[in-house]
């Protein structure tokens, strides 16, 4: 479907199943491409979204083991205690749950607006409230294997949280520079700068949505950041809605 | 805030501000209300009770980590926990690559029915508002044509796209479109004819 063909065409005829998100991604472009210029179709998709919603709330109650709600309390406790011990430890995990490493303590300090960061804090509560938030792991590359990193996003904001730890501190007059890339070209976009405990985070924005592109990769640059890399790639991960 | 009256609930909004204030006992009073629905909803698409289980834990922590971003003018606690659920769940499936497009059907009738015993779906610290509101959809889904209603819980609670519910039924995707679109239309009549607003 060209999604020009959109843009002044309505897409009643999609937006049940965009609610209900059982559209193929080229669809899913062209009914956000409409939106972006139809009030009229936005009422509709927040009418059609309300609906799914009701969904949620009818499936038949089940209850969970009783001592849920200890584990889940014992791991809460343990977060506001600001312990790396906040793991349910008597689980298997999951990718969902991955929160006792230095990333995740840094993202910690980073909500309770702790240090020179607080901006990307106050994105990073705004993000983790959206239903639609994506958490994806960015490792590091041969350069810099100690290195990790979590891209925090979603699919309908341009902007997001590149929260990084374990890189080699900024020295002074250098950065690093996140870049996100489609079909192999990167695009540059912000600069940060690796804490003396090698962590930091940067908060991109971009001029169309995350998913256009496949992979979101780090060079070590000037402090300025560069018009096209200079350094070696020390994180690289591919951005997936799911 | 008004403090609540004797025997009366905490509503949920001054609950979310005593969580983001740090309050743990706040956020064990709203799993309370909510933790048994959103559990419910995880299991409905995982298949799995401890992954559900983890899943349910993971809600309930980013309402701890992001309760002060929370806007109740922008809609109910409930909705926005059981988005979450939803999204995580489905991310869930997705990474594992098991999708459950063989799953059982659902059996909405009999879920409508078992309202009438509280025995069977007991949950005295769920809203009242919830359970309102699960009895009208659970009645309205009902009532919906067996194959409008598999489509769109395939795709809904599956995680699948339109071609997949196809591939999934062995149906033309022309048919399935239409049946999603058909079930939705009658879903919506329903509920208004249950006096049920989708938008409140």
Redesign the interface.
Same mark, same amino acid.
């Given at each position: 479907m060209d999604r020009m063909d959109r843009r002044d065409s309505h897409v009643d005829d999609l937006i049940d199943a965009y609610a209900l998100g059982a559209l193929e991604p080229d669809e899913v472009d062209a009914v956000e491409h409409h939106l972006e210029t139809c009030p009229r179709c936005r009422v509709l998709v927040a009418r059609a979204r309300a609906l799914a919603d009701a969904f949620l709330l009818a499936v038949p109650r089940i209850a969970p083991s009783p001592d849920l709600r200890d584990r889940l309390m014992r791991r809460i406790a343990a977060e506001a205690a600001g312990s790396a011990a906040s793991m349910d430890t008597s689980r298997p995990t999951s990718a969902t749950t991955t929160t006792a490493n230095p990333v995740a303590r840094f993202l910690r300090s980073l909500l309770g607006g702790e240090g020179e960061t607080h901006d990307a804090g106050g994105l990073l509560r705004d993000l983790l409230a959206d239903p639609e938030c994506v958490i994806l792991p960015v490792p590091g590359t041969d350069e810099a294997p100690g290195a990790s990193a979590r891209f925090v996003g979603s699919p309908h904001r341009r902007e997001g949280v590149l929260v990084a730890g374990g890189l080699r501190p900024s020295e002074a007059g250098r950065a690093y520079q996140v870049w996100f890339l489609h079909g192999g070209q990167p695009q540059p976009n912000t600069v940060f700068r690796a804490d003396h405990s090698g962590h930091g985070a940067g908060v991109f924005r971009l001029d169309r949505p995350v998913f256009d592109f496949d992979t979101v990769a780090v060079t070590p640059e000037p402090e300025g950041g560069s018009p096209a890399p200079t350094g070696p790639i020390v994180l690289a991960g591919a951005l997936r809605r799911e | 805030m008004d403090e609540p009256r004797p025997g009366q609930p905490e509503d949920d909004a001054a609950l979310v501000a005593r969580v983001a204030a740090?309050d743990?006992d706040a %956020?064990?009073l709203l799993?309370?209300r909510f933790?048994?629905?959103v559990?419910?909803?995880c %299991?409905?698409i995982v298949h799995e009770?401890?992954?559900? #289980? !983890?899943?349910?834990? #993971?809600v309930?922590?980013?309402l701890?980590?992001?309760a002060?971003?929370?806007d109740a003018a922008k809609g109910r606690l *409930?909705?926005?926990l059981?988005? +979450?659920?939803?999204?995580?769940s489905?991310? #869930?499936v997705?990474?594992r690559q098991s999708r459950p497009v063989t799953a059982p059907d659902?059996d909405?009738e009999a879920?409508a029915a078992?309202l009438a015993d509280p025995s069977v779906?007991?949950?005295p610290a769920?809203s009242v508002w919830?359970r309102e509101?699960?009895t009208a959809?659970?009645g309205a889904?009902a009532q919906l044509p067996a194959p409008q209603r598999k489509a +769109?819980e395939l795709?809904?609670?599956g995680? %699948? *796209?339109?071609?997949e519910?196809a591939a999934a039924l062995g149906d033309p995707l022309g048919t399935v479109?239409s049946r +999603?679109?058909a079930g939705?239309?009658r879903?919506?009549e329903l %509920?208004v004819a249950a006096g049920?607003d989708?938008? !409140?």
């Open positions: - | 740090g743990q %956020l064990g799993y309370d933790g048994q629905a559990y419910s909803l %299991l409905r009770g401890a992954t559900a #289980e !983890e899943l349910t834990q #993971e309930f922590v980013r701890w980590r992001s002060a971003s929370f *409930s909705t926005w059981l988005r +979450i659920a939803h999204n995580l489905l991310n #869930e997705r990474r659902l909405w879920a078992a779906d007991a949950d769920g919830l509101r699960a959809v659970r889904l +769109i795709a809904y609670f995680g %699948l *796209s339109q071609p519910v479109k +999603i679109r939705m239309q879903l919506r %509920l049920v989708a938008a !409140e």
